[in-house]
């Protein structure tokens, strides 16, 4: 069992999906774990795709989770949930 949990969060803009990030670091960072996070949204204008990567557990390198590796993909929008899909490992996820 890993003591890293990786978890993408995805939607487009105007949905929350920065803030659900956000919140989420600041909580596992706030509980003693090391967080790693990093987002994506180009224009950042509504409708656009967005994107968060959050990494946490004892000791992280790196804040980009590899593609089959999520543990849980939290999805804002069906098509978003449909395009991140392939990052979800065996035991991850969709929410």
Known sequence: ?????????????????????????????RAGFDVKKSEVHGMAQRGGSVVSHVRFGTQIASPLVRRGAADLLLAFEELEALRWSPFCGPAGGFS
């Open 1 to 29: 069992m890993s003591s890293i949990t990786n978890v993408i969060l995805c939607g487009v803009g105007g949905q929350g999906t920065l803030l659900a990030s956000n919140v989420l670091a600041e909580t596992a960072m």
